[in-house]
Nanobody, 124 residues
């Protein structure tokens, strides 16, 4: 069992940066691949970024590529999402997810554990 808690959301202006954190309980965090997803009002939850359990590889949705960076610190049981050059269309609730194993997926149904989400609002 893995319990995920996101933090770091807030209200910011377009163009600035924001960093999200996802801290996990459990001693086997390093055996989980992690992903960040987001859900805007009236829309489905969509893939943002993912990282393998070692942190050696990361993947991004086209909409955030070049602006967002996912990373992890297994010693701290934490996954991060650094978001730069934020746009109003990045406004959403951001969720951290985890799945056992090294393989990541953009498909949200492949993830076993989810955090409660953190709101990110970007004003123009």
């Amino acid at each position: 069992q893995v319990h995920l808690v996101e933090s770091g959301g807030g209200l910011v202006q377009a163009g600035v940066s924001l960093s999200l954190s996802c801290t996990a309980s459990g001693r086997t965090f390093s055996t989980y691949a992690n992903g960040w997803f987001r859900q805007a009002p009236g829309k489905e939850r969509e893939f943002v970024a993912a990282i393998t359990w070692s942190g050696g590889s990361s993947y991004y949705a086209d909409s955030v590529k070049g602006r967002f960076t996912i990373s992890r610190d297994n010693a701290k049981n934490t996954v991060y999402l650094q978001m730069n050059s934020l746009k109003p269309e990045d406004t959403a609730v951001y969720y951290c997810a985890a799945r056992s194993g090294s393989i990541w997926y953009a498909d949200r149904t492949r993830y076993d554990y989810w955090g409660q989400g953190t709101q990110v609002t970007v004003s123009s």
